[in-house]
């Protein structure tokens, strides 16, 4: 019989590129001291730390607001460290919660609240917490700001899973960049059914019923970019409202620019925020458009100029 809790995930981001940096003997003591501290917190507000897990922490609590509390108090903390760091040993935080029945064996814990917070902590983006709809119903209502995200196909799991995102961040104008006007919310004559994407030889169609989507460098991603400024899961792709909507989650940003009748528009920086993908246009992964070696991604979403290859149908 399990025990109705709440699990955390905490995982430092970037740190082979800190073991590069500083070497084997000197990142091990930072990334240990990082999870030592990552501990600490979470025991300071009522969890009991299961396991570390090399430059991470799981952690377990016996409610959604304590562990809300701790993952606030550790984003909070880290974000005011790491400024004062140099950028190439800078290892964000991104953290995954979920509440549900965990089965404690021999000190080990198990279920699908822990199976759900791991992944949820590998799709949230550096500096981001990602937490189940079980979470913040324990929470009282303004308690904490958070934005719904939606239904989020996970995957092992037959179901979406509604998620949302902390905004832990104390003063949100400074957090988020985007140099750019963003595109509105809704196109009124929009006919999105499908979004085609192509990166050099690779060439993939997604129907609206297969988002979301993530773009990344690593296998978990549905389209994959392998390049070393893509982040593992860089950014996310989702229907919303008859709408299609990139979200950046990535460490070093996204950059969207759109083919119009004038030609190309300005560029539009995304960083840890959001925009309405529409017509035809081109995605920069982790560099700006404007420098031609960034990984681009050229995009579709009004059915004209089908990009089909053996790889299009995606099933």
């Not at 939606?150 to 995957?155: K, L």
């Not at 400074?174 to 509105?184: D, E, G, H, N, W």
């Amino acid at each position: 019989m399990g025990v109705n809790s709440t699990v955390v995930f905490a995982d430092l981001t970037g740190s082979t590129r800190v073991f590069e940096a500083m070497g084997n003997a000197r990142a091990t003591e930072t990334v240990t001291r990082l999870t030592q501290w990552i501990g600490r917190v979470c025991e300071a507000h009522g969890g009991r730390v299961v396991k570390s897990l090399g430059d991470g922490v799981f952690a377990i609590f016996s409610g959604g607001a304590a562990a809300t509390h701790a993952v606030i108090e550790l984003q909070r903390y880290h974000q005011k460290r790491l400024a004062g760091w140099p950028v190439p040993l800078r290892m964000a935080l991104q953290i995954g919660v979920a509440s549900g029945d965990v089965v404690e064996v021999e000190g080990d814990c198990f279920g699908d609240a822990v199976n759900l917070a791991s992944r949820l902590s590998d799709l949230a983006g550096p500096g981001q917490i990602w937490v189940t709809e079980a979470v913040i119903n324990q929470l009282h209502e303004g308690a904490v700001q958070h934005r719904d995200l939606g239904p989020i196909n996970i995957r092992g799991r037959s179901e979406m899973q509604v998620v949302h995102r902390l905004d832990w961040q104390e003063d949100l104008t400074s957090f988020l960049t985007v140099p750019a006007a963003l595109v509105p919310a809704r196109l009124p004559d929009s006919t999105f059914g499908h979004i085609e994407l192509a990166w050099l030889d690779v060439r993939s169609m997604f129907r609206i019923d297969q988002l979301p989507i993530h773009l990344g460098r690593v296998g978990d991603a549905q389209f994959v970019v392998n390049d070393p400024r893509v982040s593992r899961l860089h950014a996310r792709i989702e229907e919303r409202q008859g709408s299609c909507v990139l979200i950046d989650v990535s460490t070093y940003g996204t950059w969207v620019r759109f083919h119009g009748n004038g030609g190309l528009s300005h560029e539009i920086a995304l960083r840890r925020d959001e925009c309405v993908l529409h017509g035809r246009g081109e995605i920069g992964l982790g560099a700006p458009l404007s420098d031609f070696s960034a990984p681009t991604i050229a995009f579709n979403t009004t059915g004209d100029d089908v990009m089909l290859s053996r790889r299009a149908i995606v099933d």
